[in-house]
């Protein structure tokens, strides 16, 4: 089993500056831990590449995209109503997460790697046409995009056990059937975004196609394992070609803005168990995306269980 793992400082930039819970601090805490365990000589490390506008079209508006250039030139305001702000290069580092996700698939799909990991990516909350909660383009959507626009796969299943509900991808996908969606979030009544209620299963024709597993406050790994065969008899269900976890690290105990208590274990459980499942259904192809996490020791042991994982 051959595992990418990106690392550099282009990747790195993608912060809201020093201090923020979602600082430029958080790919160096990662990579830091993962070299200490011998992570580095076991994976293909692989440099960031930056998006150009086309690949962001597929997934986002025109309107948008300019807004968050016009933003990011003046270095000024807010790209949402208030959570995620614009600073100088906002756009520039936005687009080395896409790119950097999109070169993930491409070299999956080229069989180059099995499986890899984007620990600064998963960027779950971005809408189409806005920001949201400290995400500015949605790495998620546009891979699921390229994925049909580029390499003909139609059925793409994704994973989502950070501790925020993936709105963004749920909300973009909601009536498309050929994207099959599972996502374990503390409840939406008691943290962002709100929404990810059990009775949210896709629109239309893509009714059954999502599954949203509400967690309660204080939920543990007892709880994820609990929840989790449900995960994959879903996946099974739908065949999926191609499979995206957001493994993000804010559902660890100790994490400062959320509520769950969960231990790296559970994302070690979770990208074990997708491993083994891709092998079966879809030669492998998995990518996972690192996703939120604020306490940096929690995001630095949980994306390292997730890339030991994919290795086996
Ligand atoms: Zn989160």
Same mark, same amino acid.
């Given at each position: 089993?051959?595992?990418?793992v990106?690392?550099?400082?282009?990747?790195?930039?993608?912060?809201?500056?020093?201090?923020?819970?979602?600082g430029?601090?958080r790919?160096?805490?990662?990579?830091?831990?993962?070299?200490?365990?011998?992570l580095d000589?076991?994976?293909?490390?692989?440099?960031?590449?930056?998006?150009?506008r086309e690949?962001?079209l597929?997934?986002?508006?025109?309107?948008?995209?300019?807004?968050?250039m016009?933003?990011?030139?003046?270095?000024?305001?807010?790209?949402?109503?208030?959570?995620?702000?614009?600073?100088?290069?906002?756009?520039e580092?936005?687009c080395?997460v896409?790119?950097t996700? *999109?070169?993930?698939v491409?070299v999956?799909?080229r #069989? !180059?790697?099995?499986?890899a $990991?984007?620990p600064?990516?998963?960027l &779950?909350h971005a809408?189409r046409d806005?920001a949201?909660?400290?995400?500015?383009?949605?790495?998620?959507?546009v891979?699921?995009?390229?994925l049909?626009?580029?390499y003909g796969?139609r059925?793409?299943?994704?994973?989502?056990?950070?501790?925020h509900?993936?709105?963004?991808?749920y909300?973009?996908?909601e009536s498309?059937?050929?994207?099959?969606?599972a996502?374990?979030?503390?409840?939406?009544r008691?943290l962002?975004p709100?929404?990810g209620a059990?009775?949210?299963?896709?629109q239309?024709?893509?009714?059954g196609?999502k599954l949203?597993?509400?967690?309660?406050?204080?939920?543990?790994d007892?709880?994820?394992?609990?929840?989790?065969?449900?995960?994959?008899?879903h996946?099974?269900?739908f065949?999926?070609?191609?499979?995206? *976890?957001?493994?993000?690290a804010?559902?660890?105990? #100790? !994490?400062?803005?959320?509520? $769950?208590c969960?231990?790296?274990?559970? &994302?070690?459980?979770?990208?074990?168990?997708?491993?083994?499942?891709?092998?079966?259904c879809?030669a492998?192809?998995?990518l996972?995306?690192?996703?939120?996490?604020?306490?940096?020791?929690?995001?630095a042991a949980?994306?390292t269980?997730?890339?030991?994982?994919?290795?086996?």
């Open positions: 089993m051959s595992v990418s990106y690392n550099g400082p282009a990747l790195a930039r993608y912060g809201f500056g020093q201090g923020h819970p979602f430029p601090d790919l160096g805490a990662f990579w830091r831990y993962a070299v200490s365990q011998g000589r076991r994976v293909e490390v692989r440099a960031p590449v930056a998006a150009g690949a962001l597929r997934f986002h508006t025109p309107a948008y995209v300019d807004r968050v016009t933003r990011s030139a003046a270095g000024t305001g807010y790209l949402d109503a208030g959570d995620t702000p614009a600073y100088p290069g906002i756009y580092a936005a080395v896409v790119g996700v *999109l070169d993930a491409d999956i799909m #069989g !180059d790697t099995d499986a $990991l984007v600064i990516a998963g &779950h809408r806005s949201a909660g400290f995400c500015v383009f949605n790495d998620c959507g891979a699921i995009e390229t049909r626009a580029v796969i059925r793409v299943a994704y994973v989502d056990i950070d501790a509900h993936g709105d963004g991808v909300y973009a996908f498309d059937p050929a994207l099959i969606f996502d374990l979030h503390e409840d939406g008691y962002y709100g929404t059990a009775d949210e299963t896709g239309g024709a893509a009714q196609t949203n597993i509400p967690m309660a406050p204080r939920s543990t007892e709880d994820f394992l609990r929840a989790w065969p449900a995960v994959e008899h996946l099974e269900r065949e999926p070609e191609f499979i995206l *976890l957001q493994c993000g804010d559902s660890i105990a #100790g !994490d400062p803005i959320t509520d $769950l969960y231990t790296p274990d559970a &994302h070690r459980h979770a990208a074990a168990r997708l491993r083994s499942l891709a092998g079966r879809c492998g192809r998995l996972a995306l690192g996703g939120g996490g604020y306490n940096r020791d929690n995001l949980a994306w269980a997730v890339a030991e994982a994919l290795l086996g």
